[in-house]
């Protein structure tokens, strides 16, 4: 048996300290019923360190299994263990790369798409993502230059429109964000509901703008004539506090969508069954 990650130990024991001093704090006098108690966790089954003898594929393969678990510092550990064997495989650079985002260390991701991306110049996933570390920085022009880049190598992925829409509502073009919407739900209706399987979708993160958004994403399912979207989105720029909703009457996209009973009965604020 390999031995244990000494750093999920010691996560684990430092947890198991603070519970315990929750419990030991606990006047004697005064015990909690049992349902209000708190209850240490068992010690979580540590994971093993990489086996020398596993082949690259296997490594990774291992990697990609920890990573779907949300296990992002153990996925990295076959990761980098991956690339000793295989040290120019830009995949693996990617998925590096995405185990830091999860993390929260858009810097240290960025280097590993900027691996990903030198041994592989065609690589449309490590520019895209590129471009999420980008915006995570606020440094939203440069993160449009990448996701121009991904769309260049390949045009018809939805997320990148998608990321690339977000981009240019973070600077407040609201006009091309509505363009890279369009196409994001033309080749895929249904991606304001699901995040990318290949790249990191980023996502609107001024709350100031999230009514907004919103509102944006509303009048374009009701340009298309999707009112189940259009109603839902349009309910949530409402819930957010939308000042400008108003705009429903007047605009020629919502046009279709005032003839929906459901939508008089929305902006009347009475019950409406609209998909979540």
Not at 150 to 158: S, V
Request: charged fraction near 25%.
């Amino acid at each position: 048996m390999f031995p244990p990650t000494i750093r999920r130990v010691s996560l684990a024991v430092s947890a198991s300290f603070v519970l315990l001093c929750i419990l030991i704090a606990a006047p004697a006098k005064a015990l909690p019923s049992q349902a209000d108690q708190i209850q240490v966790a068992s010690p979580m089954r540590p994971t093993l360190s990489p086996p020398e003898d596993a082949t690259a594929d296997e490594l990774e393969a291992q990697g990609d299994a920890l990573r779907s678990k949300k296990l992002y510092l153990d996925a990295m550990d076959y990761f980098h263990a991956a690339l000793k064997k295989t040290p120019d495989k830009p995949s693996v650079y990617n998925k590096l790369g995405i185990c830091e985002l999860m993390l929260q260390r858009p810097k240290d991701a960025a280097k590993d798409f900027q691996q990903a991306v030198r041994r592989d110049k065609k690589f449309a996933d490590g520019y895209n993502n590129l471009g999420v570390t980008e915006y995570l920085r606020h440094k939203y022009g440069a993160a449009v230059r990448h996701y121009k880049k991904a769309l260049d190598l390949a045009a018809g992925t939805a997320s990148y429109y998608n990321n690339l829409g977000a981009a240019y509502f973070a600077r407040k073009d609201f006009e091309r964000a509505s363009q890279a919407y369009t196409e994001a739900v033309h080749l895929d209706p249904d991606i304001f509901e699901r995040s990318s399987h290949t790249g990191v979708a980023a996502q609107v993160a001024s709350p100031e703008d999230r009514a907004h958004y919103w509102f944006v994403l509303a009048k374009l399912y009701a340009k298309i004539n999707d009112s189940e979207h259009s109603l839902a989105f349009l309910r949530k720029a409402m819930e957010s506090g939308y000042k400008s909703v108003s705009e429903v009457y007047t605009d020629p996209e919502f046009a279709a969508l005032r003839k929906d009973n459901r939508f008089t009965d929305l902006m009347k604020g009475k019950p409406v069954a609209i998909p979540e």
